[in-house]
């Protein structure tokens, strides 16, 4: 069973950067497709970026495609979200979700993903 943590959140200004980790232990990341999703508060958990398990293949959410960049590095059992252009709407926890793949698929449904870290804090001022 895989654990994930994530780390990197902060508070940041409108048009800023963030690059968010979440560090995985407990299984082997080159087994498991990843994502990021995000939850405001009042707000349904929404999907961010996801990426196969080799890391050729990714996918975004309108909202954000073209500021964010999800990627991995499977030897550092590690997956990054790069964040640019932030937007005070950008506000939210930010959390990495994990399932077992054996394909180059990406996923993009909640359900899809069986083991979830506990979140980081991601604040934009205007």
């Known amino acids: 069973q895989v654990q994930l943590v994530e780390s990197g959140g902060g508070l940041v200004q409108a048009g800023g950067s963030l690059r968010l980790s979440c560090a995985a232990s407990g299984g082997t990341l080159s087994t498991y497709a990843m994502a990021w999703f995000r939850q405001a508060p009042g707000k349904e958990r929404e999907f961010v970026a996801a990426v196969s398990r080799s890391g050729g293949t990714t996918l975004y959410a309108d909202s954000v495609k073209g500021r964010f960049t999800i990627s991995r590095d499977n030897s550092k059992n590690t997956v990054y979200l790069q964040m640019n252009s932030l937007k005070p709407e950008d506000t939210a926890v930010y959390l990495c979700?994990?399932?077992?793949?054996?394909?180059?698929?990406?996923?993009?449904?909640?359900?899809?993903?069986?083991?979830w870290g506990q979140g980081t804090q991601v604040t934009v001022s205007s």
């Open positions: 979700a994990a399932r077992p793949s054996l394909t180059v698929s990406v996923y993009t449904l909640r359900s899809d993903y069986r083991y």
